[in-house]
């Protein structure tokens, strides 16, 4: 059954339209990440499916029951904002155990879960004070323990962890994706944060402008953007879109790039016939840094690689891997390399593209053409 089941979900907000008909439903158990620019609409959607706003449209359906018209406090959801919302005159102690408290959870049961959630996220000590005693961070981890100490049908996660320190986060991002393993409960959680989004999510929903750009897996958004938005959204370094000329070279096809023509010729295993159909035309073509590496002298492409020459413009070693920016037909392009090459601005080298992971796109409709 689904557990959460929106269905053409639609805001305004007088003449500005917040969610254009978003339909997505879940399994028990899912973890769904929504990610888009600031002000795209996932705190609207959050507030509707909490019931804090009323949708202009559609409805939402939880455990297959229509609860579009039932108060927040009937939902049977529990809900971390993007502020808080803590009680101030309460103890934090207090702010957790409350929301037992109105659902008549005898006392006993309150302290054991406010001491089991207080020890999951290093709030023991904090537990006398009120919330504007505490850091923002610390304000932060007593929200995400005010919702965890229930167990509602649906947990409502919005940017829960952007006020902590980068170590804390990493911990916390953990100590989030072991509960959901332990829980198995469904989960909406916000971020932007594409690690995040990358590591807790069963799916991923990409929004832009108040329109669902595309709901899959983590590896579907990451490997099969349905889009260039969602192409450039998810990855960092960004996917390199640069548009080409597919044209015809010999018995096979090639991507031209630029005035000065480099071209990557294609071998026949790695064109659809989708992107065969775009022969003579110009598409956008997608390559992520990553799926490029220098080709050592004596190395020759493989059935699925191409090679190219570019000039090396900017080095950053990040530590991990080194991000090198080269001029490709007098386009910039994101190259991720080993950290230990030693490498100079205005070197030419020779790269190999893993054609497996070459995604390219309609010029006009921006959509993906088909991943070779
Ligand atoms: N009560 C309201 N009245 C009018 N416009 C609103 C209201 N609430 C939100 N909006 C507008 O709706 C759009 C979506 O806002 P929302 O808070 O859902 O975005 P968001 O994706 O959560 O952004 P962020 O990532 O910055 O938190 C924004 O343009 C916002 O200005
Ligand atoms: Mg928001």
């Not at 406090?73 to 934090?92: G, K, W």
């Not at 994101?334 to 020779?350: H, K």
């Amino acid at each position: 059954m689904a557990s959460l089941d929106l269905v053409n979900v639609k805001k305004s907000f007088g003449a500005v339209h917040v969610l254009h008909d978003i339909s997505i439903a879940l399994e028990d158990g899912e973890f769904l990440v929504l990610v888009g620019p600031s002000g795209c609409g996932k705190s609207t959607l959050m507030n509707i499916i909490a019931g804090l706003e009323e949708p202009s449209g559609g409805t939402v359906n939880l455990m297959g029951r229509d609860i579009t018209d039932v108060p927040t406090a009937d939902r049977n959801i529990s809900m971390v904002f993007q502020s808080y919302a803590l009680y101030p005159n309460m103890t934090v102690a207090k702010n957790i155990e409350f929301p037992l408290e109105m659902r008549k959870v005898d006392k006993a049961q309150r302290q054991e879960r406010v001491r089991s959630v207080a020890k999951l996220l290093q709030i023991e000590h904090l537990l006398d004070r009120r919330p504007r005693q505490l850091s923002g961070g610390q304000r932060q981890r007593v929200a995400i323990g005010r919702a965890l100490a229930r167990e509602p049908q649906l947990y409502l996660f919005d940017e829960p962890l952007s006020n902590l320190d980068a170590q804390l986060r990493v911990d916390m991002r953990t100590e989030i994706k072991k509960l959901h393993q332990r829980l198995k409960a469904t989960i909406v959680y916000v971020t932007h944060d594409q690690i995040e989004a990358m590591t807790l999510a069963s799916r991923i929903a990409v929004m832009k402008a108040g329109v669902l750009q595309q709901l899959g897996t983590p590896h579907e958004i990451y490997n099969r953007p349905a889009n260039t938005f969602v192409a450039g959204f998810m990855g960092s370094p960004r996917m390199n879109l640069l548009k080409a000329q597919l044209v015809r070279d010999g018995q096979d096809l090639a991507l031209r790039f630029g005035e000065k023509g480099v071209q990557m010729a294609l071998s026949a295993a790695a064109v659809s016939p989708a992107l065969a159909a775009y022969a003579g035309r110009e598409v956008i073509a997608g390559i992520r840094p990553e799926a490029v590496s220098l080709c050592g002298p004596g190395m020759a492409p493989g059935p699925l690689q191409c090679a190219f020459e570019a000039r090396v413009e900017v080095i950053e070693p990040t530590g991990a891997d080194t991000l090198v920016l080269v001029d490709l037909g007098g386009h910039e392009f994101t190259v991720r390399l080993d950290p230990d090459l030693s490498l100079t601005p205005g070197q030419q080298l020779r790269f190999l593209v893993d054609l497996g992971k070459l995604v390219c796109f309609d010029p006009q409709s921006e959509a993906l053409i088909a991943a070779a």
